[in-house]
């Protein structure tokens, strides 16, 4: 006689939210200043993609009157969140590499990408109905360890169960005001499309960098903290 199987899911991806609470009048300036820094523009080169400060010469967000608040209370977070999956905090300093809006108008998207110059990636957004129509963000599974046969996911009539919990191919997440979702950089991401026709879908991007601290130099695994690096100039 067997005893009951038991699955074991190992080796988790720690992907975090949470709901912080936008004050209205705040909220209102800072949508004000994202359109302002938009301008005329309605998109990114390509057809149907969003509006991405980043290539638009808007990547230090952060240092905006109208958001600075908003990125000590995310820089928080991410603190709370290296110490949730292990970190020791005084072993570590953590940089703000880069920060950025992102507008996405009816029908646009963000294709698939990861953020390869950066450790932590983190996402607030501004609006949202909380329902996905708006277009979710979605996060891949980089390994789909349990799909065993290599290839049997995709479909073409695969035998793996659509969407079974164990071989999931990605995860979703409809935008609301005010939620905030952390992850590694490292992860596979992308928005889809915009289906509300009378909704801008606005959020904003964080990048993070960690480094040894700048009094544990020598940690092996980490970049030394950057008051030690030297710039160097081609002659």
Do not use: K
């Amino acid at each position: 006689m067997a005893g009951q199987l038991q699955l074991h899911a190992l080796f988790p991806c720690a992907v975090a939210t949470v709901q912080l609470t936008l004050e209205p009048l705040h909220l209102a300036q800072q949508l004000q200043t994202l359109f302002m820094l938009r301008g005329q523009c309605e998109g990114n080169p390509a057809d149907g993609c969003a509006w991405t400060g980043d290539l638009n010469g808007v990547w230090q967000l952060h240092q905006h009157a109208d958001f600075s608040d908003l990125a000590e209370v995310v820089t928080q977070q991410a603190w709370d969140y290296l110490a949730a999956v292990g970190f020791e905090s005084s072993r570590v300093a953590l940089h703000l590499q880069r920060c950025w809006p992102v507008l996405s108008d009816w029908d646009q998207v963000v294709g698939r990408h990861c953020h390869p110059n950066a450790h932590l990636s983190a996402v607030i957004y501004l609006t949202g109905r909380g329902s996905g129509e708006d277009g979710v963000l979605r996060i891949y599974d980089p390994f789909h360890a349990n799909e065993i046969v290599p290839g049997l996911s995709v479909g073409h009539g695969g035998p793996i169960i659509e969407n079974h919990p164990f071989n999931r191919q990605y995860w979703d997440l409809a935008p609301q005001p005010g939620l905030l979702v952390l992850f590694p950089s490292r992860l596979e991401h992308s928005v889809l499309p915009n289906y509300a026709a009378e909704e801008l879908r606005c959020s904003i991007s964080f990048d993070f960098i960690l480094t040894a601290s700048s009094q544990n130099d020598q940690a092996e695994y980490l970049a030394p903290h950057p008051s030690s690096w030297f710039e160097l100039h081609q002659r």
